[in-house]
């Protein structure tokens, strides 16, 4: 069964101090692997998709790596404006994406 | 050039009544899916929908049921609505053939 697990399940950080997010991931067939922002009720906000392990995509003061088994997001000199939920999703058989259930990220001045 | 359109924002049903939500996907968008967002965990797949049909389910029993039209937008329905329906209801277009989704604001469903 695809599954997807983040870690940690919250994260405080002071402005300037960087810091990883963590997505484990266990699929058949990787389509993409997807990382989305989302504000309290909000919908989710793409911000990157990576497909193959090696992949490096930047925004900003967020990079996304990705290996065989985990995707990284990380956070360099973050702003109380990253504060959010950050999702990661896999994209498995068919079109469907599967959720991790979310890294909730607060960045205090 | 708007975005995924969601409809209403909020409801307030009760036990055991019937409610539909309503999406407008992006504009070139021809595949919307929905997912279910509980309070604290991440969206879970519905269905989804391209050429009116649906191609793929999620877990979901069928008291969930959607439509959709030639002009592409959807309908999702829930019959006999419980308790535990009550969550964030997104719906998410994509272009097919492209990957990536653009998810709209949600509907916040409150069953009491």
């Known amino acids: 069964e695809d599954q997807v697990t983040q870690s940690p399940e919250a994260l405080r950080l002071q402005e300037g101090e960087s810091s990883s997010l963590n997505c484990s991931y266990t699929v058949s067939g990787l389509r993409g692997l997807f990382w989305y922002r989302q504000d309290p009720g909000k919908g989710p906000e793409f911000l990157f998709t990576?497909?193959?392990a090696g992949e490096e995509k930047e925004k900003e003061r967020l990079k996304a790596t990705l290996t065989k088994k985990e995707s990284f997001l990380h956070i360099t000199a973050p702003k109380p404006e990253d504060s959010a939920t950050y999702l990661c999703?896999?994209?498995?058989?068919?079109?469907?994406?599967?959720f991790g259930a979310g890294t909730i990220l607060r960045v205090k001045s | 050039d708007a975005g995924v359109t969601q409809s209403p924002t909020h409801l307030i049903k009760t036990r055991g009544q019937q409610v539909t939500l309503r999406c407008s996907p992006k504009s070139g968008h021809d595949t919307v899916s929905w997912y279910q967002q509980a309070l604290g965990q991440g969206p879970q797949f519905i269905f989804q929908y391209y050429e009116e049909e649906e191609r793929q389910r999620g877990n979901f029993p069928d008291r969930f049921s959607g439509h959709q039209f030639p002009n592409y937008s959807s309908e999702l329905n829930v019959n006999a609505l419980l308790l535990g329906d009550s969550a964030l209801y997104l719906c998410a277009s994509a272009r097919t053939g492209a990957h990536g989704y653009t998810f709209g604001s949600g509907t916040r469903l409150t069953v009491v």
């Open positions: 990576l497909y193959s």
């Open positions: 999703a896999v994209q498995a058989e068919g079109n469907k994406l599967v």
